[in-house]
């Protein structure tokens, strides 16, 4: 009788190993997904913000040729006017 309590012992360790097991397999695989895309995620969004950075340093780079070639339109206009 006490090898069939040793048995019954180890079956339900067993069933209660693979009851558990399986649910945390399957996170576990889950996390490495997420992890996966969660770099991936970043990995665009470094690259989104670099290309920002760039995109405004040329914006501001055509309002300031902009704006010189306004002040230099402004002061020929005012050489004109005086001239009258």
């Known amino acids: ?3 069939w ?3 019954g012992v180890l079956v ?3 069933g209660l190993f693979l009851s558990v ?3 945390v397999i399957r996170l576990n695989s889950t996390i490495t997904k997420l992890s996966t895309l969660v770099e991936a995620v970043q ?3 470094d690259r989104q913000e670099r290309d920002n950075t ?3 340093r040329r914006l501001w780079k055509h309002n300031d040729e902009q704006d010189a070639t306004l002040n230099d ?3 020929r206009i005012t050489i004109l ?3 009258d």
């Open 1 to 3: 009788m006490d090898e």
């Open 5 to 7: 309590g040793v048995v």
């Open 12 to 14: 339900v360790v067993a």
């Open 21 to 23: 097991g399986a649910p």
């Open 43 to 45: 990995s665009r969004q």
């Open 54 to 56: 760039d995109s405004h």
């Open 73 to 75: 339109h402004e002061t």
């Open 81 to 83: 006017e005086r001239k």
